[in-house]
């Protein structure tokens, strides 16, 4: 089954930085243009069965597709209970126990007493499994539903849930990521929001003073002959792998978006690396032309998407 999974445009609690689990709010006017947008890009692609969350934010975004769409309530965010409408500011004030447990990696902690991380990896991962028993192996679904929820499903089946380091980055509004399942789940795409050059944007929140570069890796069969000239090119790196290159280039350009160019199968093995895997079985080659975004910083080495722009 190849699962394509959209997490909704911006909402009215995004636009104002609120936190929201399973309360209902609309897209915002930005957001409508987002999902506008998406749906435009999916169109045309050849999905055997959409599915949403019955919350509005999501079922708004795949309503834009304009397809047949089944509502499923296993797809909803995460209950987050007392924490519903506050700010970060005021969840960190009222509540810093709760928040000190989360960050100290308590999976089985209820948020603001509702669901807890385990919780929604249960929920979501019985979801999958009826899509998988329904849709066979050639199945290709396309599901709407929610950053926290998407973000749980892919990092379970990346073997990364559980670990410290958070290889994979934070999920844009309308961003598609893809897994491709036979025996084992392998990830086609992560965070690709090409249709709003959503990339542009994470870009620049990641590069405060002080940060560490962000990599912009673009994926050519002979790197050295497709330099882009818009961006600073780096030759195909000499080392032993590419992620090695790029610890080295790290220290070298602060707070800045680095451009360079490599083969679809060194950035494969990257993403395997930063992934925590010996393998590269559990990740796809990146398709010719497409990007892939990496930032190497001291609290971790993190994927923030991979093979952006890749044909559906």
Known sequence: MRLTLVRHAESESNRLGRYQGQGDCPLSAHGRAQAAALGARLRDAPFDLVVSSDLTRAKETAEALGAPLELDPAWREIHIGRWEGLSREEVDERYPDEVQALRSGRRDAAVGGGESWLDV?????????????RMGDEGRVL????????????AYSMGVLETSARPLGRL??????EL????EPVLVRYNDADHIDGHDGLVKELLDPGRPPVF???????SREHASPERRAIDTLKSASLLEG???????????LVGCVDTPERIQGLASNLL?????SKVTLPARESLSHVQLAGEG????????GAPL
């Open 276 to 280: 925590g895997h010996g393998s590269i």
């Open 301 to 308: 080495e993190v994927v923030l998407d991979f093979n952006v």
């Open 143 to 154: 599901v709407f539903a929610h950053g926290g929820v998407l973000h749980t499903l892919v």
């Open 172 to 177: 844009l509004n309308t961003s598609m990521c």
């Open 180 to 183: 491709h399942w036979q025996h």
């Open 246 to 256: 790029l610890r080295e280039l790290s220290a070298q350009y602060e707070s800045r």
């Open 121 to 133: 990896q249960a929920r979501v991962l019985e979801a999958v499994a009826l899509l998988r028993r």
């Open 216 to 222: 912009e890796i673009a994926a050519q069969d002979d």
